[in-house]
């Protein structure tokens, strides 16, 4: 297995990217190869400062970077030597199995679409947050920002997407899939929601338990929870806002812990022919290495041909 990070990625780029792969590489030493892309001189410096041989790390030079405010599209196009464009032209030619990136998520998404591209029959592909659930589980939620509008039949699709990520990545069986709407019962909602619900309420490809409320995110009602990528992101946003307060507050609890992003590192792009990673741009060691670690465990569960399967018929 072979993983490409983006070095110059992140706020805290590439010291926090370089400690990150270091943590990481303690445990996939003896199943990975960590191919470390960006800056040569720079990725050399650091792994010196972490009393680290540069010889356990493969790395890729890529004398260019796209900034954190840059226009994806552009930035990808006119730099073709930064590390995302370098990462993903080493992922389309079949010379690393993913790639993790902390920098521009858009240049991320431009990238996926343009070189890698997304699975024959995805419409859209998608992006998701963890749930931590009350009863120690996790759930998922999605899309949670890169699809503002949506269709019900992306819906139906991101509810497909995301059952397969639950069940071969984080192990749920059967998971039960459901759509956010302001009521539990059917015909509840908007137009968008009511018709995806007559779409989903008799598919055979997931198992559809119906309509939840926003109150039901934690709980055991749904493993995985639709959307559309508008909504998603503001429950995204106000669920690291009630985080961000408690630790403000100085309340410690196990439980709200659990909402902290570092202790995921990352989500997958999930639709896309590969494994693509994209971590949150203020990420730190702790964030990089569960990226990476996330990383290796969908690149086993070989999700991207589960999803490619289930997308033939």
Known sequence: MRIGLDVMGGDFAPSATIKGAVLALQELENTATLVLIGDESKIKAE????????????????????????????????????????????????????????????????????????????????????????????????????????????????????SLYAEHVHGISNPKVALLNIGEEEGKGN?????????????????????????????????????DGFTGNIVLKQAEAFYALTKKRGIKDEYFDRFNYENYGGTAILGVNGTVMIGHGISNAKAIKNMLLHTAEVIDAKLSDKIKIAFQG
């Open 47 to 162: 792994l010196v400062l972490e009393n680290v041989d540069s010889n356990k790390f493969e790395i890729v030079h890529a004398p260019d970077l796209i900034g954190m405010g840059e226009h994806p599209t552009k930035a990808f196009v006119k730099k073709p030597k930064s590390s995302i464009s370098i990462g993903f032209h080493l992922m389309k030619e079949g010379l690393i199995d993913g790639f993790a990136s902390a920098g521009n998520s858009g240049a991320m998404l431009v990238g996926a679409f343009y070189t890698i591209k997304s699975i024959t029959g995805v419409i859209r592909p998608s992006i998701t947050s963890i749930l931590p659930k009350e009863n120690g589980g996790v759930g998922l939620l999605l899309d949670v920002g890169i699809n503002a509008d949506c269709k019900p039949d992306v819906l139906n699709q991101f509810a497909i997407l995301g």
């Open 191 to 227: 137009l968008l929601t009511q018709v995806a619900y007559n779409l989903m309420k008799d598919s055979e490809e997931f198992n559809f338990v119906g309509n939840v409320e926003g109150r039901d995110l934690f709980n055991e009602s749904a493993d995985v929870i639709v959307c």
